[in-house]
């Protein structure tokens, strides 16, 4: 039972951060329950990928992602709005904030001590590693969320229309 309340939270603040980005773009009020269905389960399912299934975060995000993808054009269609009103919000709790901010301030420790070589490696290493994880989830979060539109081209057109969809 430890397990569940674990995913439940994880969700919840992960469904809180979405409503919270979402409101900044000021969607339909319709759009917000959308928004944080997405959030949670993209959320939660990169937090079971990495810690059940020992995936890195960066291909976790690449699912997660895709999750949000497929699953914005049938609530966006419910919702009556574009998909990317619903599924952006609901990528932004997924940007690693932490290793962004550590690799800003590797930059800046590198900076800093550039007069010692030992620091200056150390922190340009840092900068290095935290940078990549930071581009590649970032990356991977992008095509996640867009490939189920190349894929299912026809699909994601007609989803803000209220036609019969093919």
Known sequence: MNILLEFFVDGLFAAIAGIGFGAISNPPRRAFLYIAILAAGGHMLRHLLMNYFAMDIAFSSLFAGMLIGLLSMPLAYRAATPSTVI???????????????????SIMMFL?????????????????????????VIFFLT?????????????AYQMTRKNKVL
Do not use: C, E, W
């Open 87 to 105: 599924y952006i919000p609901a990528l932004l709790p997924m940007i690693p904030g932490k290793f962004a901010y550590n690799t800003l301030f």
């Open 112 to 136: 800093r001590t550039s007069h010692d070589p030992h620091l200056a490696d150390l922190y340009l290493t840092k900068f290095m590693s935290n940078g990549l994880i930071t581009f590649s």
């Open 143 to 155: 095509i996640g969320s867009t490939l189920p539109v190349f894929i299912l081209p026809k699909q």
